[in-house]
T-cell receptor
């Protein structure tokens, strides 16, 4: 009964490259959330998705960032043309339907992105 | 806008001591509150979830309380051990997201 799986665990990209971060939710969970943890800062909400739908992307930067959760396969957080300020830990969380009200989150181990 | 504050930012105690971590939030309209533990370079491990209708939850040596009206929660750790050393994060849920504090970094000295 695997938990939330994120890969890769560590990702190094040069400025201007694209970064793709993957998240597979826990079995039976249909809600996926992405958070970013900048150095010395708290976790900040980025986006909330259900299968094939973006429910809330109020925390996503307006440019270069996008997310999807297709019918089949993991959720993907995509960062185009990365800059040094994108270096952070990116965490994915999932919850079952009924979501936050009853069950809270289960987090993955995160992807640590370093832009050089 | 919901803001979550955790005090103290860092805490160092000798092994065996009981300790209390504090969390405050500005908007009482929350679904629930969750305490997490984060080890350096690792993900978040859920410790306790308190739904908005509850006052406290207990798991082993951990006890968390919630006072929604005053916007406060405490995490009580009994008989601390070196393995408890980590950053403890408080998060409250509202709308579609959790709002996190910046954490309390706990060091338990053997």
């Amino acid at each position: 009964n695997a938990g939330v799986m994120q890969n890769p665990r560590h990702l190094v990209r040069r400025r201007g490259q694209e970064a793709r971060l993957r998240c597979s939710p826990m079995k039976g969970h249909s809600h996926v959330y992405w958070y970013r943890q900048l150095p010395e800062e708290g976790l900040k909400f980025m986006v909330y998705l259900q299968k094939e739908n973006i429910i809330d992307e109020s925390g996503m930067p307006k440019e270069r960032f996008s997310a999807e959760f297709p019918k089949e396969g993991p959720s993907i957080l995509r960062i185009q043309q990365v800059v040094r300020g994108d270096s952070a830990a990116y965490f994915c969380a999932s919850s079952p339907s009924q979501g936050l009200e009853l069950y809270g989150y289960t987090f993955g181990s995160g992807t640590r992105l370093t832009v050089v | 806008k919901q803001e979550v504050t955790q005090i103290p930012a860092a805490l160092s105690v000798p092994e065996g001591e009981n300790l209390v971590l504090n969390c405050s939030f500005t908007d009482s309209a929350i679904y629930n509150l969750q305490w997490f533990r984060q080890d350096p370079g690792k993900g978040l491990t859920s410790l306790l979830l308190i739904q908005s209708s509850q006052r406290e939850q207990t798991s082993g040596r951990l006890n968390a309380s919630l006072d929604k009206s005053s916007g406060r929660s405490t995490l009580y750790i009994a008989a601390s051990q070196p393995g408890d050393s980590a950053t403890y994060l408080c998060a409250v849920s509202a709308g579609n997201q959790f709002y996190f504090g910046t954490g309390t970094s706990l060091t338990v000295i053997p």
